[in-house]
Every structure is written in C-alpha cells, then in structure tokens.
C-alpha cells in the first residue's frame, strides 16, 4: 500500500505546490483596504496568478486549495499576535477560505465550460478576470454574513470589478515581460549554441580533409601495389608471392573504399548542412577562440587568447577560414610548450588590404625551421623519441587555403626563443564589408 501510494504521488509536484501556496499566504498578509467592511486587495493574488501560469510542474486548482489553507493559518497566527483572542481571529480568517476555494473551483470550470481550450497567454486573462471576481463575491458574501448585513451594492459590484481588471492587466504586462525575457534568453542560448555547433563542424571539415588525404594516399598505395604485382608477373616470380601482393592492393581498395563511405556520411549529414550564410570575420575569430580555449584546455595553464579587431567583413565559405584561424592558434599554443603564454589575434586595414595577425610569446622557431614551415608533412612537434608527428591539416593546407581559398598571402617571422607572428593579409574588394560594425577587444 505504502509504494502504490508512493508512486501516485509525484514529490517534486507536492513539494512546489506547498512552496507555492505558503509563499502565496505569506504574500497575502501585505494588503491594503479599499472600502470599508474589511475587504482588502491582497499582494497574494497576483503572485498566486504568476505562478500559476509559469510552473507547468503544479496544478492550478491545488495552489489556490493549499493557499486558501495556508493562508488563513498565516492571518490567524498574525491576529492572535497582535492580542485578538482565537475565535475571533479564526472568524476574520473564514473570508480568505472563501476566496481561495471559491478560486479553486472556478479555474477549471471556467477553462472546462467558458474558454473551452488549453490555457495561453491569450486566453489566461479571461479566467483570470473571472476568478479573481467571482472570489471577490464570495469574499464579500462571507463578509456579510459575519457582519449580519448585506455588503454587496453596486457600487461594491464596480470596485470589485474595477480590482480583477487592475490585477489581471498587471498579471498581464508581467507574464509578458517575463515571455519576452525567456525569448530573448532562449534566442541567445541558441545563437550561442549555434555558434558553438558550427565550430564542431569547422573542425570536423578539417579532420574531413585529413581522411581525404589519406584516402589520396591509399590511392597511390593502390597503384603502387599493383604495377609491383604486374611486375612481378613480367618477371616470372611465382603467383603466390605475386598475389600477396595483389591482396595487398585488394584490401587498399577496401579501405579507401570505407574512408570515402565516413567522409560522405559525415559531409552530408552535418558539415554540408552549415556553410551559409556568411560569417563575419569577428564571429568566426571569436567561435574559434572558445573551441580552442575548451578543447587545449589552457585556462588552467595560464594561457591567453586576446583578440584585437578594429575592423569587420563577411566570409563566405567560412568553414576553410576556421581552419585557418584556429590552426594557428592551436600552433602557437603548442609553441608554449605546456606553459603559460599570450596570444594576441589583431585584425586591421592596410590601405586596400585587411591584415590579419597571430602574434605568440612561445619558443619560437630556427631559420631553418621558417624555410620548410609550408611544405607538406612539416611540423615542428617531432618527437625523436616516440617518432609521432603533429597531427592537423598542416601549415601547407593553410597556406593552400589563404592563397586559394581566399587570395591572400600568408607570411611568418619568428626567434627561437622569443615567439612567432604569421600574418595573413586579404584584398579588401574580395571581402562584402560589414555596416555600423564596432571595434572588438577580450
């Protein structure tokens, strides 16, 4: 009996009804009177309409029940407080049950027979209007029983309806503040996300170009394998030493074949989804500033992205100048060799030109280290003692994509010792420029 009780009962729910309703009770004793025969307009009420609309957790009906409760206990305890004796503080209380259960029972029933749809912003005023009235008549019926004479006129009938108009419109204008709020919260959250999405995306392109590497690779190991297994059959060597060699190329095609499969389902699936529209310049430094910070983990090292840029222009195709911007800063951040170190990303005009800086603080690099910078397969992340390499897409692939990608031309200097600067600079009249834009430094 004990656990089907336990599950019909949803805790979370019970717990922030009782929250609710002893906050709404609470609330109601800041009042203030308006006519004579002891009727106040509460604070409660109003709080008690904003939680209802807000918390889809809790019913309605149970707050407006636990609140005509706990509300009248509140006033009790306040009234024998200040000296009234008990039974007179119990009969000031029985107005605000009247009230609250006459709330409870008029929500439903006013969604169920009048409204006749699920609750909204639009409609939530109308049952507002109409419980918040018909609680008033009941609170003064009470009233006029205690009182031994009939309070109800007119004139009580249009302040009553006067007090559910004032309170309804101000439920009103608050709930909508707060829905603009959350929109406005909710539009950042996903912009945010957003952003962050496409630079999964930018570095997923960029492990994309690697495996396409390797599937050029396994493409010459193709035909590699199969003019020796063509050679060796001139040659008169035996087949099975021959077809060893054949398998070999066999099984390349296999591979390559599995590798084109990955790259086509990654593409299609979720880079080619991103891509457009265009990027500006700024948004793309500073997405990949995040990604880098996150996935290098170098604020706990001690290291700093600070990001420069004075001017702003929209890039098309942006997911080739990701890679651009956070290679070079994934470079100069291994270039701090588990140190701390200072990055700084300066973005500037020069006549018809924008210039685009990376300037590090990190151990630098040798002349003959800046001559083979570009070529392909170079890195300065050689290890003599386990012989593993930097993996990315490499220096030259950047620089393929600052010439052809975008017909800029990317340039290094650097002292071993003392930190590196590339500089990549970009014809203006390729770029689209940005309006109204605003100079950007964190």
Known sequence: MKEWISKRIDKEKVKS???????????????????????????????????????????????????????????????????????AASMAALPDIAFFFTYAMAYPLIYKFIIKEPRNLVNYPTALFLCDFFSNMSEMTMRSIEAGKNLIGFETIAVLLLVAFVRTTLVQVILIAVERYTTVLLKRENLSEYKRLLGLAALIEGELQIMKKSVREIDGIMKEAFELYKDLGARGIDKATSGRVLAISQHAHEIRGDFQGIISTIATSFVDQYDDPPLTIKEIIGIERELVMGIAGVKSRGVSIVIKAKINFLVDGYFKMMSIVRNLMINAIESFDCRSGNLTVDLDEEGDNYVLKFIDNGSGMTESQLESIFLPGFSTKFSEDTGKIQRGIGLSVVKDYVENGFGGKITVSSEKGKGTVFTITFKKNLFREVEQDEILHS
């Open 17 to 87: 009804t009782l929250l609710v309703a002893i906050f709404v009770s609470i609330a109601s004793q800041i009042s203030f009177h308006i006519f004579s025969g002891g009727f106040i307009v509460a604070l409660s009420v109003l709080i008690m309409a904003i939680f209802m609309y807000l918390l889809d957790n809790v019913t309605p009906t149970y707050i407006a029940i636990c609140s005509g409760i706990f509300s009248p206990l509140f006033r009790m305890l306040f009234l024998v407080e200040r000296g009234i004796d008990i039974q």
